[in-house]
Nanobody
Framework: QVQLVESGGGLVQPGGSLRLSCAAS????????MGWYRQAPGKQRELVAA???????NYTDSVRGRFTISRDNAKNTVYLQMNSLKPEDTAVYYC???????????????WGQGTQVTVSS
């Protein structure tokens, strides 16, 4: 069984910073990609940032230059450093991982439970 556990959400003033963490645990053979999505009230879930095992990370346009995704492969952990936060960044942020649990297993996608980020004065 694979679990993704997020932490680091909370309430912050506009212009402030938060750092989200997501640790994957359980039976994991290899993690291909890890990323962060968010869902604001009344809106669809959207990709915020993603990082593959190799290559450059991807960001949605609205966060590029303010958010940084990073990954610690030894710890199966992905981070999202969020700077210069804006009220429109308010959402539930979900961690996502595409991984395989055994050498011959298919690639599968797992989600965390979500962490609330609220940007307000």
């Amino acid at each position: 069984q694979v679990q993704l556990v997020e932490s680091g959400g909370g309430l912050v003033q506009p212009g402030g910073s938060l750092r989200l963490s997501c640790a994957a645990s359980g039976t994991i053979f290899s993690i291909n990609a890890m990323g962060w999505y968010r869902q604001a009230p009344g809106k669809q879930r959207e990709l915020v940032a993603a990082t593959m095992k190799r290559g450059r990370p991807n960001y949605t346009d609205s966060v590029r230059g303010r958010f940084t995704i990073s990954r610690d492969n030894a710890k199966n952990t992905v981070y999202l450093q969020m700077n210069s936060l804006k009220p429109e960044d308010t959402a539930v942020y979900y961690c996502n991982a595409a991984l395989i649990v055994a050498e011959a297993a298919p690639l599968d996608v797992y989600w965390g439970q979500g962490t609330q980020v609220t940007v307000s004065s």
